[in-house]
C-alpha cells in the first residue's frame, strides 16, 4: 500500500469500546415473573444500561439471593457475572435471604431508604446466616441506588449538621428576642 491510497473511515463509536454490554436479566426459562420479580428485573436492567459502575460490580457478584415479602411472595435472583436469572419463589442454595415489606423494598430501591441501615435496624430480617458474607455485602451495596437517580439529593452530613446549626441560632436569636421584647414590655426598666 502507498501513501496516495485512502483508506476508508470506520465509524467506531468510541463510548462502544469504553462501555461494555448491559448484563442480561432474564427469568428462568418457561416461568412469568410475579409482581416482585418484575419490579427487580426492571430495577436490574435500567440499573445495567445506565450505570457501568453497576454492570462492573454485576459481574462480580457470585451468588443466589432470596428477597421475600409479605404473604410469602418471594422471588429468587442468581447473580451468574455475564447473567442474572430470577425465578419466583424462594430458591434453593440460598446465599442470602431477606424478608422485608414490599413497601420497604420499593423505598430501597427508590433510593428513600438504605439497604445497609434497614439491615442493622433489623427492619430487613436475614432469615439465616450468609453463607458467603463478602458477597452479600456486595448484593447490598448493589441495592443502594446511584445519587444520580436520586430525584432529590441526599445532603452530606457536613452540609447537614451546618443546615441544623444554622437553623439552630435562627430559632434562639428569635427567641431571644421575643423574650427580650416580653421583658421590655411587662416589667423592663
Same mark, same amino acid.
Given at each position: 500500500?502507498?501513501?496516495?491510497?485512502?483508506?476508508?473511515?470506520?465509524?467506531?463509536?468510541?463510548?462502544?469500546?469504553?462501555?461494555?454490554?448491559?448484563?442480561?436479566?432474564?427469568?428462568?426459562?418457561?416461568?412469568?415473573?410475579?409482581?416482585?420479580?418484575?419490579?427487580?428485573?426492571? *430495577?436490574?436492567?435500567?440499573? #445495567?444500561?445506565? #450505570?457501568?459502575?453497576?454492570?462492573?460490580?454485576?459481574?462480580?457478584?457470585?451468588?443466589?439471593?432470596?428477597?421475600?415479602?409479605?404473604?410469602?411472595? &418471594?422471588?429468587?435472583?442468581?447473580?451468574?457475572?455475564?447473567?442474572?436469572?430470577?425465578?419466583?419463589?424462594?430458591?434453593?442454595?440460598?446465599?442470602?435471604?431477606?424478608?422485608?415489606? *414490599?413497601?420497604?423494598?420499593?423505598?430501597?430501591?427508590?433510593?428513600?431508604?438504605?439497604?445497609?441501615?434497614?439491615?442493622?435496624?433489623?427492619?430487613?430480617?436475614?432469615?439465616?446466616?450468609?453463607?458467603?458474607? #463478602?458477597? +452479600?455485602?456486595?448484593?447490598? +451495596? #448493589?441495592?443502594?441506588?446511584?445519587?444520580?437517580?436520586?430525584?432529590?439529593?441526599?445532603?452530606?452530613?457536613?452540609?447537614? *449538621?451546618?443546615?441544623? &446549626?444554622?437553623?439552630?441560632?435562627?430559632?434562639?436569636?428569635?427567641?431571644?428576642?421575643?423574650?427580650?421584647?416580653?421583658?421590655?414590655?411587662?416589667?423592663?426598666?
Amino acid at each position: 500500500m502507498n501513501g496516495d491510497e485512502h483508506i476508508p473511515d470506520i465509524d467506531i463509536d468510541e463510548d462502544s469500546e469504553a462501555k461494555s454490554s448491559p448484563i442480561p436479566v432474564c427469568a428462568v426459562e418457561g416461568q412469568s415473573l410475579n409482581g416482585l420479580g418484575m419490579m427487580i428485573q426492571q *430495577y436490574l436492567e435500567q440499573n #445495567f444500561a445506565e #450505570f457501568e459502575h453497576k454492570v462492573e460490580a454485576g459481574r462480580r457478584i457470585r451468588g443466589r439471593v432470596c428477597v421475600e415479602v409479605e404473604k410469602g411472595i &418471594a422471588t429468587t435472583v442468581s447473580f451468574q457475572g455475564e447473567e442474572v436469572l430470577i425465578e419466583n419463589g424462594s430458591g434453593e442454595n440460598l446465599d442470602l435471604h431477606l424478608e422485608s415489606s *414490599y413497601l420497604l423494598l420499593a423505598n430501597i430501591l427508590s433510593g428513600k431508604a438504605n439497604p445497609f441501615a434497614e439491615v442493622i435496624k433489623r427492619n430487613i430480617k436475614l432469615r439465616a446466616i450468609p453463607r458467603k458474607p #463478602f458477597q +452479600s455485602l456486595k448484593i447490598l +451495596s #448493589f441495592l443502594k441506588i446511584p445519587p444520580e437517580l436520586l430525584i432529590e439529593p441526599v445532603p452530606s452530613k457536613t452540609k447537614a *449538621y451546618l443546615l441544623y &446549626a444554622a437553623g439552630s441560632i435562627v430559632g434562639l436569636s428569635g427567641l431571644s428576642l421575643l423574650v427580650y421584647y416580653l421583658f421590655q414590655l411587662f416589667g423592663g426598666s
